[in-house]
């Protein structure tokens, strides 16, 4: 098991906005019928369904929309996310160029702009590995939109400084003022992003008894807020947990259900995570065998999920274990 591809789970669960209503899967409404705001809006909820390209288009009418009717709030925003779009499609140079304009636009006196600025400005220090100036501008965000009852922005500010974090104690520390945000400001449906996190870096301390309990929260929520494929890794965390608490009977009872749903999803890197921890279970009650099966089909899923390139240290490790066994 590798806890790089825990930490990796939980970042993605954590790093989509809650902020924003979701729109059904295939709404759009013409841009020429609406205004700059419900373009944005519409962007947003696009962005939600982890439609990039379709949202970059809609930021970019949006954004349009917005210089042409001199609403400089609007443009603002949807420039940051314009850059935003960009930098998750793997185009950071482009991203660049969009995010200055958006600075060029957003001032401290409209909250909603200059929130949204300082999030995508984040991020941009976040993936050019520059953790100390991404820090001071989560910091800000978090600070300014507590300031501006912006509860929404505030949690994902806060969320982030635990990504980016200099230690697991102020990941915590950060984690949990999150969830207290949370939940003192009714932004529930963030509380299954946030636990997960907190539950990571637990984890990731090998601190387990308190990775499941923050675990089984997460649940509570995801079951509550999120799409189907969070509800399958919340129940996995669970399972996987309580196997590296020697609680085989009880992680069985999650992770079997969790591999016939990731199954029927046809989820590659969900089974084969299921097969992976079934397979140590196997093995640790002495049933080799079987251990094998399971952890030769992890290997199996794995590598359709393409994991040999994308992530070498998970391929080296279940090809490892794997070796070790058949001896």
Known sequence: MSLSRVSVIAIVL???????????????VSSEEINPAALLQQADSTFQLHDYKTALAQYQAAADRARGEFNRSVEAEAL???????LVLGDKDAGRDWLKKAESRAVES??????????????FE?????????????????????????????VDA??????????????IEWGRRGIETAEANVVES????????????????????????CYLKAREYHWQYSG???????????????????????????????????????????I??????????????????????????????????GFDQSSPEIWTQINERIRALEK
Not at 14 to 28: D, F, H, L, R, Y
Not at 80 to 85: L, N, P
Not at 126 to 149: E, G, I, P, V
Not at 158 to 171: D, G, H, L, W
């Open 14 to 28: 954590i790093c989509i906005s809650n902020s924003q209503a979701v729109q059904p899967k295939g709404v759009t």
């Open 80 to 86: 940051a996310q314009m850059a935003r779009m960009h």
């Open 110 to 123: 409209d909250p909603m702009a200059w929130s949204r600025y300082l999030s995508v400005r984040g991020r």
């Open 126 to 154: 976040w993936k050019d590995n520059d953790l100390k100036s991404a820090r001071q501008t989560f910091r800000d965000m978090y600070a300014f939109c507590t300031a501006n009852s912006l509860w929404g922005r505030a």
């Open 158 to 171: 806060a969320n982030m400084i635990a990504i980016v974090a200099e230690s697991p104690a102020e990941q």
């Open 190 to 213: 963030w509380l299954g992003p946030l636990w997960n996190n907190l539950a990571g870096t637990y984890f990731d301390g090998k601190q387990y008894d308190s990775a499941l309990e």
């Open 228 to 270: 189907e494929v969070a509800k399958l890794f919340a129940d996995y965390h669970v399972g996987m947990t309580c196997r590296l608490l020697g609680k085989y009977d009880d992680a069985a009872k999650w992770l079997r259900p969790v591999l016939a749903w990731a199954e029927r999803l046809d989820n590659h890197s969900a």
């Open 272 to 305: 084969g995570q299921a097969c992976e921890d079934l397979g140590e279970i196997e093995a640790a009650q002495g049933r080799t065998t079987s251990a094998l099966e399971f952890l030769r089909r992890a290997r199996d899923e794995y590598k359709l999920e």
